[in-house]
T-cell receptor, first 119, second 112 residues
Framework: DTEVTQTPKHLVMGMTNKKSLKCEQHMGHRAMYWYKQKAKKPPELMFVYSYEKLSINESVPSRFSPECPNSSLLNLHLHALQPEDSALYLC??????????????????FGPGTRLTVL | DAKTTQPNSMESNEEEPVHLPCNHSTISGTDYIHWYRQLPSQGPEYVIHGLTSNVNNRMASLAIAEDRKSSTLILHRATLRDAAVYYCILSPLTSGTYKYIFGTGTRLKVLA
């Protein structure tokens, strides 16, 4: 199973709502990533978890709160978002460690994303 | 963190080779170079990666300049299914973890 699943597929929320995005993988990966992708732009890294601990926060506003409750699950809690936060939110996972030599690559596997609209 | 620069778009005829360039003039000695591609309505998927030497796999080849300031992704025979946005990515080691910094991407159009 080389699949990363994300729920929900689509989410519409008001600026005062609280919602959560969920990401799940069962590949035994111990590094998990959240990215934000605006239309026609590249994905931008938000957070990285290594062994369920937050290792990188790319200066993301506190209205985004990540959580990694176990090695298979990654959540992104959303509160008091702004319309400019509307985007595709992508989750990815990979084996912890370096990319590896040729032929032994620890690649990132991406989920299909959650398309978020903030009204 | 070092950044990459890519052309916005390129076109290729079906069954012809495609060379997608990437500039990364501020790359650090330990940054890996990756290429991922993103089809419409999907998450990015791995294509190839390298550090210093040229690399081949079943999907593509990666040619890395000797000074590592640029690289080229080579698709040997483009098909219609290769139409996608191709991202050149650097991955520095940060806080014990590899982070992935995406370039602006090249939208590849394949003509039948």
């Amino acid at each position: 199973d080389t699949e990363v699943t994300q729920t929900p597929k689509h989410l519409v929320m008001g600026m005062t709502n609280k919602k959560s995005l969920k990401c799940e993988q069962h590949m035994g990966h111990r590094a998990m990533y959240w990215y934000k992708q605006k239309a026609k732009k590249p994905p931008e890294l938000m957070f990285v978890y290594s062994y369920e601990k937050l290792s990188i926060n790319e200066s993301v506003p506190s209205r985004f709160s990540p959580e990694c409750p176990n090695s298979s699950l990654l959540n992104l809690h959303l509160h008091a978002l702004q319309p400019e936060d509307s985007a595709l939110y992508l989750c990815a996972s990979r084996t912890w460690g370096g990319p590896g030599r040729q032929g032994t690559y620890n690649e990132q596997f991406f989920g299909p994303g959650t398309r978020l609209t903030v009204l | 963190d070092a950044k990459t620069t890519q052309p916005n778009s390129m076109e290729s005829n079906e069954e012809e080779p495609v060379h997608l360039p990437c500039n990364h003039s501020t790359i650090s000695g330990t940054d890996y170079i990756h290429w991922y591609r993103q089809l419409p309505s999907q998450g990015p998927e791995y294509v190839i990666h390298g550090l210093t030497s040229n690399v081949n796999n079943r999907m593509a080849s990666l040619a890395i300049a000797e000074d590592r300031k640029s690289s080229t992704l080579i698709l040997h025979r483009a098909t219609l299914r290769d139409a996608a946005v191709y991202y050149c990515i650097l991955s520095p080691l940060t806080s014990g973890t590899y982070k992935y910094i995406f370039g602006t991407g090249t939208r590849l159009k394949v003509l039948a």
